[in-house]
């Protein structure tokens, strides 16, 4: 379904599956957005584990309530650190990852 849409750029909000999307969604040059409701939902932690790290970008949706958990932008951090945990790599590396993937994006749409 995504190879036939015309779109050239997109963040796959929230993304949660299917976990087989997550190759055509890499070659298609798009991103997930991973959401700090990761601290909370456990499918999450499978997409994060299968994702290439240079097609993660996250994002807060805060503030709000979510499975009594305030989610909000100042949790980005310990997002970053459990996307770490999660895959196997340092801090630094995460952070380094979606900070490129961000460039990435907004060069392209302001082309």
């Known amino acids: 379904m995504l ?3 015309a779109v050239e750029t997109a963040v796959i909000h929230w993304y949660t599956g299917p ?3 997550l190759k055509n969604i890499k070659e ?10 990761l601290l909370r939902q456990p499918k999450m932690r499978e997409v994060v584990k299968q994702a290439p ?11 709000y ?3 009594g958990l305030r989610l ?3 949790l980005i951090p ?3 650190r459990e996307i770490a945990v999660i895959k196997g790599v340092g801090f630094e590396e995460v952070v380094t990852a979606v900070y490129n993937n961000y460039l990435n994006l907004v ?3 302001s082309r």
């Open 19 to 21: 976990l087989e999307s």
């Open 107 to 109: 060069g392209r749409i």
């Open 53 to 63: 790290l240079d097609i993660i970008l996250t994002e807060s949706d805060g503030p």
């Open 78 to 80: 310990e997002l970053m």
């Open 28 to 37: 298609l040059g798009y991103f997930i957005g991973v959401n700090v409701a």
């Open 3 to 5: 190879s036939r849409s």
């Open 65 to 67: 309530e979510y499975r």
């Open 72 to 74: 909000e932008p100042e």
